[in-house]
């Protein structure tokens, strides 16, 4: 008998504890300071100002689409620039050309 009073005692026990420590996580939770409440006029400022640079390259984007090959060149030429050294992929695609150009006998 004293053994089942035991275990329930300790069942009850572990039960409290889980509600207390939930208890407390729930308000600290809420007591966590909120940060969007306290935006400045220079946020604001700088939030509209990103929104139309957003904009800005929204519109970017719809006319480079209509013209993607000549995009494509330019980050092409871009990427040249800044990596100088032949990559092993331009090389492969020369040397396909290369024994294309030699099986139709375009060379």
């Known amino acids: ?3 089942v009073l035991a275990t329930f005692l300790r069942k ?3 039960i409290l504890l889980v509600g207390f420590i939930s208890t407390c996580s729930l308000f600290a939770i809420s007591s966590q300071p909120s940060f969007a409440a306290t935006s400045t006029m220079q946020e604001m400022d700088s939030q509209s100002q990103s929104v139309s640079d957003r904009e800005q390259a929204y ?7 209509k013209n993607m090959d000549k995009v494509f060149e330019e980050n092409a030429k871009e990427y040249r620039k800044e990596n100088p050294e032949e990559n092993i992929i331009e090389k492969a695609v ?3 050309e290369k024994l294309a150009d030699k099986v139709t006998g375009k060379n």
């Open 59 to 65: 519109e970017e984007q719809l006319k480079a689409e």
């Open 12 to 14: 009850v026990l572990v």
């Open 1 to 3: 008998m004293q053994q």
């Open 94 to 96: 020369e040397g396909v």
